[in-house]
């Protein structure tokens, strides 16, 4: 059973950076779209970053310009860079495929202080 751990969360103030990074018990990033997501209690999960097997990459219109996903095989890992942070991208972060069909890891919580 695939395993996803998220690290790299923390509190930060408005406008600072943040580098998150996810790693799986088993090669899986090479073998499917992966997804950064994240949940608030008022909005629920939402998807704010992907890449495909091939390295293409998508990002939600409020993150666009700001994130940036990206893949490491060599370390198996998932990374989310955030830049610019503001108040309202504070979450908990989540990784998974994309759509999301491994169990959920734990999650990184990122708060960003005004």
């Known amino acids: 059973q695939v395993q996803l751990v998220e690290s790299g969360g923390g509190l930060v103030q408005a406008g600072g950076s943040l580098r998150l990074s996810c790693a799986a018990s088993i090669t899986i990033f090479n073998r499917y779209t992966m997804g950064w997501y994240r949940q608030t209690p008022r909005k629920g999960r939402e998807m704010v970053a992907s890449i495909t097997v091939g390295g293409s990459t998508g990002y939600a219109d409020s993150v666009k310009g700001r994130f940036t996903i990206s893949r490491d095989n060599a370390k198996n890992t998932i990374n989310l860079q955030m830049n610019s942070l503001k108040p309202e991208d504070t979450a908990v972060y989540y990784c998974?495929?994309?759509?999301?069909?491994?169990?959920w890891g734990q999650g990184t919580q990122v708060t960003v202080s005004s």
């Open positions: 998974n495929s994309l759509p999301a069909i491994v169990n």
